[in-house]
C-alpha cells in the first residue's frame, strides 16, 4: 500500500529522528534540531506518489505501520476494500479541506493533521463565543467522521 497517509500529513504530523539518524538525514530533508535531536513536519518533502529516500528513511518511517496495512498484512482485510478505505479517506480529506477554503480559515500549518489541531482551538474559542454558523457544525460532524474512520481503520485520531 503507498497511499501516502503517513507522509503527507494526514495522519502524523511530525516524525522525530534519534540523534545517529541525524548525519545521514541533514542532506535529505529539512530537519528541525535542539539538544542534539530533530525531527522534521509533515507533509515530508520526499513525497511524491511514493518516498525518494525510501531506503534510507527515518528509523520512525521504517518502524511505522497503521493498522490498515497491518490488517492487510495479516489477511484480516481485503486489498480491494483497504483501496475502496483508502479512496474514502482521501473524499473526505478533499471535502474538509474545501469547506476550509469556504469558510475562509486562516489556518498557518501545511499538514492536515495540523490544520485539525489549529482548527480545533479556532472552533472552541468560537465555540465559546457562540458564533458558529451551520456550515461550521457540518464541518465539525465531517472531521468527527474522518476521525472515526481514521480510529477505526488506521489506527490514528486526529484528536
Partial sequence: MSC??????TLIGFVQLGREELPALRGLMDIEEANGEGFFLQPCNNYCDGCNIYSNR?????????????????KEFDFD???ET???????????????????????SQSFYFKMVELKKVLQKNKVEST?????LELIS????????LLE???????
Fill in 153 to 159: 481503520k488506521f489506527g490514528v485520531s486526529l484528536k
Fill in 132 to 136: 458558529l454558523t451551520e456550515n461550521h
Fill in 58 to 74: 527515518p528509523k520512525q518511517c521504517r518502524n511505522f505501520n497503521c493498522e490498515l496495512l497491518n490488517s492487510l498484512e495479516q
Fill in 86 to 108: 483508502i479512496n474514502v479517506v482521501k473524499q473526505k480529506k478533499i471535502a474538509i479541506e474545501k469547506k476550509l477554503a469556504m469558510l475562509q480559515f486562516d489556518l498557518q
Fill in 142 to 149: 465531517d472531521i468527527n467522521k474522518l476521525d472515526g474512520l
Fill in 4 to 9: 501516502g497517509f503517513c507522509c503527507d500529513g
Fill in 81 to 83: 476494500l483497504a483501496v
